[in-house]
């Protein structure tokens, strides 16, 4: 059964950075996509961005273009979320899960979820 756990969250200011990342256990992790999601409070959780098989590309939300950035390594079974330039608003707790669907930007895409992480950016 796949695994997925996230590490790497934490406490910013405004301006900086983190990075996240989410270990997958199992195989064939070079098989699926995998995608990243956060929840804040009160809200429903949200697409941020996505990453397909090798060489298939990367998607994202508007309101992270040009901050984030997502990779993987499919060696070390991991994805990665690269978050600069942080804003309050992106304060939440950050998902990652993986999918063998292409509609890479819906939730219910993802079968396998992380237990997240949180992000919280001071202002």
């Known amino acids: 059964q796949v695994q997925l756990v996230e590490s790497g969250g934490g406490l910013v200011q405004a301006g900086g950075s983190l990075r996240l990342s989410c270990a997958a256990s199992?195989?064939?992790?070079?098989?699926?996509?995998m995608g990243w999601f956060r929840q804040a409070p009160g809200k429903e959780r949200e697409f941020v961005a996505a990453?397909?098989?090798?060489?298939?590309?990367?998607v994202y939300a508007d309101f992270v273009k040009g901050r984030f950035t997502v990779s993987r390594d499919d060696a070390r079974n991991t994805v990665y979320l690269q978050m600069n330039s942080l804003k309050p608003e992106d304060t939440a707790v950050y998902y990652c899960?993986?999918?063998?669907?292409?509609?890479?930007?819906?939730?219910?895409?993802?079968?396998?979820w992380g237990q997240g992480t949180q992000v919280t950016v001071s202002s």
């Open positions: 899960a993986r999918t063998y669907v292409s509609l890479v930007e819906r939730r219910s895409s993802y079968d396998v």
């Open positions: 199992g195989r064939f992790f070079n098989s699926y996509a």
């Open positions: 990453i397909r098989r090798s060489g298939g590309g990367t």
